[in-house]
Nanobody, 122 residues
Framework: QVQLVESGGGLVQAGGSLTLSCAAS????????MGWYRQAPGNQRELVAR???????NYADSVKGRFTISRDNAKNTVSLQMNSLKLEDTAVYYC????????????????WGQGTQVTVSS
């Protein structure tokens, strides 16, 4: 079964750091765009940071300079290093990726992880 599994969420004080990790597992024959989104209570899901197709990482303005996204193509993982966390970073963080799940296919399927809670306290 193809899935994205996140880890690393938790409770942290404002100004602290957390690292989120996401691993794609199952029968995967390619990974295209991969990144992180978040959703706070009452808000829509929003982009945090992402590697687009064949491009450099892009970030939401609210996290530029504080968050760093990285990926390991050999391990099918993407990570999000979050520094200088603010109260407004509190949200459920979701991993998202476009995966090729059939050998020889040119079709990509979009997957979401189950989400991991990040809570920043004062």
């Amino acid at each position: 079964q193809v899935q994205l599994v996140e880890s690393g969420g938790g409770l942290v004080q404002a100004g602290g750091s957390l690292t989120l990790s996401c691993a794609a597992s199952g029968s995967i024959f390619g990974i295209n765009a991969m990144g992180w989104y978040r959703q706070a209570p009452g808000n829509q899901r929003e982009l945090v940071a992402r590697f687009p197709t064949g491009g450099r990482a892009n970030y939401a303005d609210s996290v530029k300079g504080r968050f760093t996204i990285s990926r390991d193509n050999a391990k099918n993982t993407v990570s999000l290093q979050m520094n200088s966390l603010k109260l407004e970073d509190t949200a459920v963080y979701y991993c998202n990726a476009d995966l090729r799940i059939r050998p020889g296919s040119v079709q990509w399927f979009n997957y979401w992880g189950q989400g991991t809670q990040v809570t920043v306290s004062s």
